[in-house]
């Protein structure tokens, strides 16, 4: 998905940098490839995002953490006991 979407924005700025072209097809190359680049930013950073949080649970899983990449786990207080007295 990543290499398409890069051999069109590729292909969108050969088409923007052809002066042999009108004004109009140039900038609607000019619009497909701000929106290629859009969609292509946001694949990545889905990405790296993912990555992050998969690093994240390794390493609490290393070190014996309990998961704080999904939902926080509140944990109830343990009720007071009395002692007994002696």
Same mark, same amino acid.
């Given at each position: 998905?990543? /290499?398409?979407?890069?051999?069109?924005l590729a292909r969108c700025r050969r088409?923007?940098?052809? #002066? +042999? !072209?009108?004004?109009?097809?140039?900038? /609607?190359?000019?619009?497909?490839?701000?929106?290629?680049?859009?969609? !292509? +930013?946001?694949? !990545? &950073?889905?990405?790296?995002?993912?990555?992050?949080?998969?690093? !994240?649970? #390794?390493?609490? &899983?290393? /070190?014996?953490i309990p998961g704080r990449t999904g939902r926080p786990q509140i944990v109830?207080?343990? *009720? #007071?006991?009395?002692? *007994? #007295? &002696?």
């Open positions: 998905m990543v /290499r398409e979407l890069r051999q069109n088409v923007i940098l052809d #002066e +042999n !072209l009108d004004l109009k097809t140039r900038e /609607r190359w000019t619009q497909l490839y701000k929106n290629t680049s859009q969609i !292509l +930013n946001q694949l !990545l &950073k889905d990405r790296q995002m993912r990555d992050w949080e998969n690093r !994240l649970r #390794e390493i609490e &899983k290393y /070190r014996g109830p207080p343990e *009720p #007071e006991t009395a002692k *007994p #007295e &002696k």
